[in-house]
């Protein structure tokens, strides 16, 4: 199996130094000393006598959880077992014995077994010491309900336990009492539905390799946080096919909803990332939770949070968790719950999220800029109607961009030597929709249709290629546009080798490259002046372009010597030489494609 890579010293030390690290970058947090417990600073004293305690917490390596949490209008304190074991009772006692004042404790249990067993002893022993303890149970799992032969084996306290903490968390703050708070934390540990998907297993430090295996092409939905075995094993899924089936799947089977008018419910939706899901990632998947949420059950999500609330060390996948809440009249009225997520709480692991409802339809604005036209800049007469020039002008942008197209895996695989390889996927999407769009332009009028080009590209052609061949186009029509103004014909070579020459110092100044950089002026530049004194030397337009190439080609060659000065594979610096440069590889690309 692969070498476990992580950052950290002896991994039997892991938790310890972890909780140092924690303590030391928050100032409001402390340790108890010999303990694996954190604590708020600033609780004891007279928030002590005021306030319900809440205690919570569990396995280590579900980070922010739960330490994260403790703060004012949250978690007094937190309870750190090994990696993924619960802490023994006897840390558990310690955390309440140091906590509680008269208003009593409460302890929000994720549903484990060794975590019920050593939280329930520790409240049992706190009981017997005069100390009122109250406990409630999250088991917020759905993956498991709809399966009779392992539902014995109860639901598991997932991520939902997060809203539990913040809810009971913020009425503790108010002062409530401790059978208050109790109830509430029950209420909404009822209501709470959760599913996960993982795509990869996650690594327990002190064992060093993954707990189980899932192949390149599975995944795992309804796992738990420690890689417990989940619903089923499937095929890798799009996002929207992922996020409709968890959601589904909890709307179907946790008992808030299964079976509810689901048109007439609100709900607050958590989108919690397993340890090593992307920011991208996540964002798609919350793009069409809303939109399953509010548009294809016609439900109101009221709140949504997106981050890291419970992790799986460097799980790569994520849970969604659905809490109802309920704005119809009667006694089950919950205008209680949004003020309480909303309450302002200082503890670090909690995200500073907007307190207002999503908006899944109104996302856009309209863009108030005007947009530039060629039209209004270019003015210069048009070629002549017996004219060759609008057929090549096509014939070129049709040959460039099919040439670009065809080399895109190579120009990708060169991209990946040197830089971040995606220089072969940018010129393939550039060369598409400039395919799709020319279709529109003048080409009898050439200096409006490569300013038409240029402005293709700026929005087509990302990356450090989209300014630099804007440019060069923008240039080349702004020249070709002075030089006929000035009384010169499009038929005369030279003035368009002139105004590709402008083009290309327009590149030099503004990326500030020069020959000898290893980039794609070692190509283009040597490709210009050889097409000019060509010209001058009295070659034909065909011969002229052929050179061109020939320069191109060669310049695109010598750059597997250089040490680039210049993009992103200057920061290779002697490890990039030996391969050719791509920017110049692609130059050369384009000038082999004109040839006549």
């Not at 077994?113 to 409240?123: C, H, P, Q, S, V």
């Not at 890689?227 to 996020?243: F, I």
């Not at 849970?319 to 309920?326: A, E, F, H, Q, R």
């Amino acid at each position: 199996h692969a070498i476990m890579k992580k950052l950290l010293n002896d991994p039997s030390n892991a938790v310890s130094e972890m909780i140092e690290g924690l303590v030391m970058v928050c100032p409001g947090l402390q340790s108890l000393k010999g303990q694996n417990v954190i604590v708020r600073r600033d609780f004891l004293g007279k928030e002590q006598q005021d306030k319900v305690a809440l205690i919570s917490g569990g396995g280590s390596g579900h980070e922010p959880s739960h330490a994260g949490y403790i703060g004012k209008g949250m978690l007094t304190a937190a309870v750190l077992g090994d990696v993924f074991a619960s802490p023994t009772s006897a840390q558990v006692l310690a955390a309440i014995k140091h906590v509680a004042g008269p208003k009593g404790v409460l302890l929000i249990i994720k549903a484990y077994t060794g975590d019920r067993l050593n939280f329930g002893i520790a409240a049992e022993l706190a009981r017997g010491e005069g100390i009122q303890v109250e406990t409630v149970i999250v088991g917020d799992d759905c993956a498991l309900l709809d399966n009779p032969d392992r539902a014995t084996a109860g639901r598991r306290g997932l991520a939902g336990t997060v809203l539990v903490h913040k809810i009971a968390g913020a009425l503790a703050d108010t002062g409530a009492s401790l059978r208050e708070v109790a109830d509430v934390a029950r209420r909404v540990a009822d209501g709470l539905g959760t599913m996960g998907v993982g795509l990869s297993p996650c690594i327990i430090p002190a064992v060093g390799k993954p707990g189980f295996t899932l192949g390149d092409d599975e995944m795992e939905l309804g796992l738990g946080i420690h890689g417990e075995q989940g619903r089923e094993r499937t095929t890798l899924k799009h996002a929207d096919d992922v996020v409709v089936d968890l959601l589904s799947s909890i709307l179907n089977t946790a008992p808030a909803f299964k079976g509810k008018d689901l048109a007439t419910l609100s709900v607050i939706l958590l989108i919690n990332n397993l340890g090593c899901t992307t920011a991208m990632e996540m964002a798609v998947i919350a793009r069409k939770a809303l939109q399953y949420l509010s548009r294809d059950r016609g439900m109101t999500v009221v709140r949504v949070y997106n981050g890291y609330f419970m992790t799986a060390l460097d799980m790569q996948g994520a849970s969604l968790t659905l809490l109802p809440y309920l704005d119809g009249g009667g006694d089950k009225k919950d205008d209680d719950i949004l003020s309480l997520l909303d309450h302002h709480t200082d503890a670090p692991g909690w995200p500073r999220t907007s307190s207002a409802a999503p908006y899944v339809d109104q996302i856009t604005v309209d863009y108030k800029g005007k947009d530039s036209q060629s039209s209004e800049i270019f003015t210069a007469a048009a070629v002549p109607a017996e004219s060759r020039i609008p057929s090549l002008f096509k014939q070129f942008l049709e040959k460039g961009t099919s040439a670009l197209i065809s080399s895109a895996d190579h120009l990708t695989e060169l991209d990946s030597k040197v830089g971040d390889g995606d220089l072969g996927i940018s010129m393939e999407k550039a060369s598409k929709s400039l395919l799709s769009a020319y279709p529109s332009w003048d080409l009898s009028t050439p200096a409006q249709s490569l300013h038409s080009l240029a402005l293709t590209l700026q929005v087509g052609l990302g990356g450090t290629s989209g300014p630099l061949y804007t440019i060069f186009f923008l240039r080349f029509a702004a020249s070709l546009e002075a030089s006929l103004k000035a009384g010169n014909s499009y038929s005369d070579a030279k003035v368009w080798a002139q105004a590709v020459s402008a083009a290309a110092n327009g590149i030099q100044e503004i990326g500030g490259a020069k020959v000898g950089d290893c980039t794609l002026l070692d190509a283009l530049l040597p490709a210009v002046a050889s097409l000019s004194s060509q010209l001058e030397g009295g070659a034909s337009a065909e011969d002229a372009l052929a050179a061109a190439a020939n320069a191109a080609e060669e310049g695109a060659r010598s750059t597997i010597d250089m040490i680039p000065k210049k993009g992103r594979a200057s920061y290779l610096g002697e490890r990039a030489r030996g391969h050719v440069d791509p920017g110049a590889q692609a130059v050369a690309i384009l000038f082999r494609s004109l040839v006549l």
